[in-house]
């Protein structure tokens, strides 16, 4: 996949709707596919769409991920990534 970015946010997805909102406009003017696993997918409601993946499972080949959250996010995305 070409040009993708994964995504983590908050566990309280009112925190973290208007970066989300900014991100994913961002993303499209970019080019940038943006995936969400399982739990951020329904985190947010998510539905597929363009430059949108939902439930996706295999994050690992993305170019870059964001962190939208605190310290517990942070640590979220880079446990996934970290080895």
């Not at 996949?1 to 993303?27: D, K, Y």
């Not at 943006?34 to 993305?62: M, N, Y």
């Not at 939208?68 to 995305?77: Q, S, V, W, Y």
């Amino acid at each position: 996949m070409s040009r993708a970015a994964a995504v983590f946010t908050h566990r309280r997805p009112l925190e973290t709707a208007a970066a989300l909102g900014v991100l994913r406009a961002a993303a499209a003017r970019a080019g940038v596919t943006l995936l969400f696993d399982p739990d951020e997918t329904r985190k947010h409601s998510l539905e597929p769409g363009d430059g949108i993946v939902t439930d996706a499972t295999d994050l690992e080949q993305v170019e870059l991920a964001f962190s939208l959250g605190g310290d517990g996010t942070i640590l979220t995305a880079l446990r996934r990534y970290a080895g």
